[in-house]
T-cell receptor, first 112, second 113 residues
Framework: DAGVIQSPRHEVTEMGQEVTLRCKPI?????LFWYRQTMMRGLELLIY????????DSGMPEDRFSAKMPNASFSTLKIQPSEPRDSAVYFC??????????FGPGTRLLVL | DQQVKQNSPSLSVQEGRISILNCDYT??????FLWYKKYPAEGPTFLIS?????DKNEDGRFTVFLNKSAKHLSLHIVPSQPGDSAVYFC????????????FGPGTRLSVLP
């Protein structure tokens, strides 16, 4: 199994630009999670989906952030417009029937 | 307010000795706990879990202890190896609440050869 796949691994962009992060969960997993990791706040849950439906988006910082899961094998996290304070590592994780979440390698985002 | 705390940002241990990583939580409704290990430039990987119906779970060199009355859990690594050097995150959830895990800030373990 390839595990959770995230792309791009690194993204450098300028303030105001749109950023799209992508995630392919482990095949057969029915839950998907987006996390953000910063030095100040550690690992925070942004949003999670169950069977492609957003269940809890209370962690999404503001309206500039949006996430979609059009099918069981793909999800996006979009930031529009991006700001320097969005610079962080963004992780995607997926989960099957057991409680363990399996994380992808992360996308390191730098907004200049 | 942090619901899951790991009060030691870093820990150094000699190879072959025991590493003890601590985690405290404030939400008495938490009843399922996991430890993750994270290497630089990689995502966290699952290490070991424990449910509140147990007070100990063991997997090879890794043992997690849970003290529900103290709202405290600890991860013991015996013997410690240089490859164990990583950041360790404690995470907690309410099993009946859903799938939302709350993560601690992590402890960086350095195992010295």
């Amino acid at each position: 199994d390839a595990g959770v796949i995230q792309s791009p691994r690194h993204e450098v962009t300028e303030m105001g630009q749109e950023v799209t992060l992508r995630c392919k969960p482990i095949s057969g997993h029915n839950s998907l999670f987006w996390y953000r990791q910063t030095m100040m706040r550690g690992l925070e849950l942004l949003i999670y989906f169950n069977n492609n439906v957003p269940i809890d988006d209370s962690g999404m910082p503001e309206d500039r952030f949006s996430a979609k899961m059009p099918n069981a094998s793909f999800s996006t996290l979009k930031i529009q417009p991006s700001e320097p304070r969005d610079s962080a590592v963004y992780f995607c994780a997926s989960r099957g029937l057991e409680k363990t979440q399996y994380f992808g390698p992360g996308t390191r985002l730098l907004v200049l | 307010d942090q619901q899951v705390k790991q009060n030691s940002p870093s820990l150094s241990v000699q190879e072959g000795r025991i590493s003890i990583l601590n985690c405290d939580y404030t939400n008495s409704m938490f009843d399922y706990f996991l430890w993750y290990k994270k290497y630089p430039a990689e995502g966290p990987t699952f290490l070991i879990s424990i449910s509140s119906i147990k007070d100990k779970n063991e997997d090879g060199r890794f043992t997690v202890f849970l003290n529900k009355s103290a709202k405290h859990l600890s991860l013991h690594i015996v013997p410690s190896q240089p490859g164990d050097s990583a950041v360790y995150f404690c995470a907690a959830s309410e099993q009946n609440y859903g799938q939302n895990f709350v993560f601690g800030p992590g402890t960086r373990l350095s195992v010295l050869p």
